[in-house]
């Protein structure tokens, strides 16, 4: 018998226990290459769940390489798990060695982001993902700006540069800034390497272990990962999905002024502007109330703005940066929604005392940003080419929004909920309660359509049953045609999960 | 009565504690714009110092723009400093706002780098800097290369990339570690924004606040920054300058092994060639015995390589991460000395363990480097260009580096001493005791030539009486020149001292 155990009250998926726990046994050496483990309908009797369950659990760890399956002789370890999959080997195997492992600073609680998104099946439909299209890159007017800054400017590109970011790159952002109604000054700007790393920086310049930071729930990924690596605990404010299309929507402004009110907070993190996952956008009020807050409660807050050029449809709202009179909110933005996400070009705005105490962390974290890529992009804004590519992609983006929403109409069954985002690159699925979209990704997978299951975008309280559905870098007739299939299935486990719920007991859905 | 108070018997120099307790007086108000201050010959008495000393701290704060003079009026506080000498100010000045300072999660102990490097006057010769002359620049085949990379694989390029790095420029590096002697697996292999960030992500990996670190001292000012910024203790370890050519030079392992039986050491981090500031080379039987330290404590070894393929004479010496079978050895390295500062695009080696790590600490930090650097280095070296330009370069160090030596040996006093490096791109010069190089940089300006004092270099215990020669970006008659101006002021404040230290007491020589 296999040491295991499962918890049916958990919030963890029971394939998910199952999946880890076998993971660890091969990890730790109990289960060694060659071992061979039990048939689904065995294990699943001795545990007392489903056999879907099992099924689940060991499709998994066969995709990540560590098991196999041989025809009439049964399922065996196959050692190592794949690269992509496996966490750092308890040995290094090269002999005399020290063990790294015992080294680091701690286990860093993070997840691996890439580890998040799901293998993609060649041909697939990949509703994963939540980035430009590649094919919709101005490659020719690139080079274009490339060559030219090459050979204007190309002594100073390539020489050691300013940590501050190159000041044509300023200066064009500055422009920008002022023809969208906010005034910056060059003081107020510092360039990063992407937002990625100007949430790193305010983390670093703010935060110590142990520290607090107010943050939406489901949210960035990537937020929560630098919060787990800083080691600072993260404080879930709930975002409430527009599903009903009433407006009251995005961060809960109540529950964070709770928050607030009970904990000793170093910042709030948002994205008020097509929220990554949900893609609500924060009413204007909800803004203003969100600004008394910080400035009642003296916590600054760092937007990101990555969405906000996004919108697709509806009445821009002004960004709490641009509402902020008190000079309390940093800004975090890059051009990897807008343009070229291979570059990383970012920046922040803040008030010039926050920029200065940035740059100095930016310094020290790696100098500066890549000056080709920021020369590149200068002259990319200078020439017109960035307002025309923009322009150009939000109306790609819409259509393939309404696409999306189209067939979510058409397909999705009455059970399920969905938000209507005004703009952004993803939308967010709510299905019945008990559902849990990380199996219901195994079987999409078989039909050659993937997605993201929710529970990537949750510091805390975790809902299995809510995905997101990125529309952004699929077109129309794949996104009518993939909604379809994942609808069709999604009906399917319906229907299986009624009939299971009269006939079968233990019924695996009852146990998750 | 200005409240001040200098204290003689300090390692600071008197000059270097006027001037900061003159500039703290201006931001916490006492002084404020309009103020009158003592003429330098009334505040020297007043202090009981030598006048040069008040006249070398006016100048340094007028340089700073913080007090000017005014002929037949005297000297006044001007207001705020200038941009890049001001801490961050005290108010952020927009009214209502919050404190930014107090949100800060300390005062970060680094200096900033930038503000070491000395105000460089129009003309000046700049043995500040240690990189490449960006006349020297292969620009059109650069070019070449960024246009054929984008148009072959611009998709590729401008999208999301992977945050081990580019793969098409790791097989490049993997080929140079080859032809080397080096024999690396792609999973060894991390790409990061440059040595800074790579020295960064060991430090996230590896360190919590109060950890320690043994480093080389004096040492890289951007790694001493990195650990006053994570709030780590940096043991110093000694670095004999090769004065004598003996070969017993660089990091003293002696000391070294006593810091690692008294202190739970995190990792040793040093730069075994052409070690930055002093230009030493480890000789092979310290590297081995250092890496049978790090296999008997237990206590990884970080390497920093930056300058080891920039050997200008000599028989090549092995590094730590060649000699390391243990698999004890994480090596740092980028293109910044041997291609473009300007691109950052540097690496991570080390066993597969700590680099998958740092992989995971990568990409929370910044997702990936950007891909158009990448993509034009791994095309830059497939082209062969990589090899040439180095090889071109090397002969232009090499040309710079005999010609300091030469200008040296025919110019300095006797009672100086300085390293003789095979390679790198700077020297290290030692004054007689008692000399502050930094006093010495206000007159050197004054005269045309830039250095950096030596005190930026030390973590612990700074020499005031060292400064480190940069010889890679200035040619060879400027050299001549340069060191023949410097040689000259040196001997002149020599012989002044002499006078000084018969004529007339407290002499500011003693009192230093």
């Not at 545990?47 to 499709?59: E, K, P």
Request: aromatic residues 6%; glycine residues 8%; neutral net charge.
């Amino acid at each position: 018998m296999l040491p295991l155990h499962l918890q049916p009250e958990s919030h963890i998926p029971l394939y998910v226990q199952l999946r880890d726990q076998l993971r660890a046994l091969v990890h730790s050496g109990e289960l060694r290459s060659g071992d061979r483990i039990p048939a689904s309908r065995e294990l699943a009797g001795q545990l007392g769940v489903h056999r879907t369950t099992v099924a689940n659990a060991y499709a998994e760890l066969e995709s990540e390489g560590l098991i196999q399956g041989h025809v009439g002789r049964g399922t065996f370890i196959c050692g190592a798990p794949a690269k992509q999959f496996s966490p750092p080997p308890r040995s290094n195997g090269n002999g005399g060695g020290m063990r790294w492992e015992a080294l680091f600073a701690d286990d860093r609680g993070e997840e691996s982001l890439s580890r998040m998104m799901p293998n993609i099946p060649p041909g697939a439909t990949a509703f994963t993902v939540a980035r430009p299209p590649d094919e919709s890159f101005p490659l020719e007017e690139f080079r274009r700006c490339s060559n030219a800054v090459l050979g204007h400017e190309g002594r100073r590109i390539l020489q050691l540069g300013s940590t501050d970011g190159y000041e044509p790159l300023k200066r064009e952002l500055i422009g920008l800034f002022r023809s969208e109604g906010m005034n910056v000054r060059s003081e107020q700007l510092l360039i990063t390497d992407g937002c990625q790393q100007a949430i790193d920086l305010v983390c670093k310049a703010f935060l110590r272990p142990g520290d607090s930071v107010a943050l939406e729930n489901p949210g960035y990924p990537g937020a929560i990962a630098i919060l787990a690596g800083a080691r600072v605990r993260p404080l879930a404010v709930g975002v409430e999905p527009d599903v009903t299309r009433t407006g009251h929507v995005g961060l809960d402004v109540d529950a964070l002024e709770t928050v607030l009110m009970q904990n000793r907070v170093k910042f709030i993190l948002i994205t008020p502007d097509f929220h990554n996952p949900t893609g609500t956008a924060l009413p204007v009020a909800s803004r203003r109330r969100l600004l008394e807050l910080s400035a009642r409660f003296q916590v600054p807050v760092v937007e990101d703005g990555i969405y906000a050029r996004l919108r697709l449809r509806g009445n821009p709202i002004l960004s709490l940066k641009a509402l902020d009179t008190a000079g309390n909110v940093i800004h975090v933005d890059s051009f990897s929604k807008t343009a070229f996400p291979g570059l990383r070009v970012g920046w922040c705005i803040g008030p010039e005392s926050a920029i200065e105490r940035l740059r100095l962390v930016k310094q020290s974290t790696d100098l500066h940003t890549d000056q080709l890529s920021q020369a590149t992009m200068a002259e990319f804004m200078h020439r017109g080419y960035f307002t025309r590519h923009l322009a150009k992609m939000k109306k790609v983006y819409r259509s393939r929004l309404e696409a999306m929403e189209e067939a979510l109409e058409k397909h999705m069954p009455e059970e399920t909920s969905w938000t209507h985002p005004d703009g952004g690159m993803s939308l967010w699925v709510t299905l019945p309660a008990g559902f849990d979209a990380g199996e219901l990704l195994i079987h999409a997978r078989e039909r050659g359509i993937v997605f993201l299951p929710g529970r990537h975008f949750y510091s805390q309280h975790p809902r299995p049953n809510t995905l997101r559905l990125g529309f952004s870098a699929v077109d129309e007739k794949r996104i009518e045609r993939g909604i379809q299939t994942f609808c069709d299935l999604l009906k399917s486990e319906l229907r299986k999960r009624q009939r299971g719920a009269r006939s079968e007991l233990p019924a695996r859905v009852a146990l998750v």
